[in-house]
Each structure stands twice: as structure tokens, then as C-alpha cells.
């Protein structure tokens, strides 16, 4: 089941579902408490990465995952959210990956974010360098940054809490 998705861009407050939203820096315990089993993907064995089920925002599926911290001054608060564009041909293996399907996905979801967010802070980097382009997007609660990242081979979004 398909989830709806969307960014607030004043706040920081992600709702996943019209009953579950997400706030920068929530406590393992407030989000454990608040989402629902049909929306766990996988929990990672330390217990401090939820892998979510693929979610909707603007008829784009999307596979969210949160991190939460384990380091002693911010333990177990959400500072780090990853989203990519969900294609399970894509996503679920590399029998199906190219360089172009990655960078296809990274030009839809900087499309995607244009389109629920606005224009970028600022870009980093030339659009023809698949490895160097970055687009981001600052707040007063975190920074949002869509990328290709060559070491892990796959394009993403990053959302990091302040």
C-alpha cells in the first residue's frame, strides 16, 4: 500500500501519512509509538535505522529511510532521512542498474523537489559531471540535498536535522 508523502518547508515536518508526521530531531520512542507495522519496510538490528514502505508524493513513488542517532549528545533522535525515487527494477538489485537510469532518477527527483519546495539555495558542480552535481536546499531546520553518489552507484536525497 502506497503512502502520501510531503515536506514542509517552514518547519521540517515530513508527513508520511495522514496519520504519521515526522519532526526534525523526533525521539526514537515518538516515532516507534506513532507509525504503524504496514509501514515498516525492514528495522535495521541496532534498532536505530527504519526502512519504510514505498510512499507517494505527487504520483512519484518514493522509499524513505530514517536514521536515528546513536551518538551520546543526540541519542536516539532522527537527524537523517534518505529518500530515493522507488523503481523496483532499479532499487531491489543491480541486475537492471546503468549510470543513465541513475542519473534519470536523480533528474526526477530534483524535479520532484522543485516541485514541493521551490528553487534550490544553491547547485554545486556542472549537470554534465554525473559524480560532482549536488543540489540543495537550506532551512533553519536542516539542509536538503539530491545527488548522485557514485561510491554507492544509486541517486538520492538527503535530509539532515540541525
Known sequence: MLHEFGIDKTSGEITIDKNMKVIPLMSLESFSENISEEMIKSISATGHTF???PLMSNEIPLKLTCVFSRKPESFKQLTFIEITI???EI?????????EKELDRRNI???WLKKILGVPSFTEGSSKE?????VHYEFKWGH????YDGRDGYSRIEIKYL
Open 51 to 53: 526502512q519504510l514502505n
Open 86 to 88: 522507488y523503481d523496483p
Open 91 to 99: 532499487t531491489e538489485g543491480w541486475k537492471n542498474w546503468s549510470l
Open 109 to 111: 527527483q530534483e524535479a
Open 130 to 134: 554525473a559524480h560532482m552535481y549536488r
Open 144 to 147: 536538503i540535498t539530491s545527488f
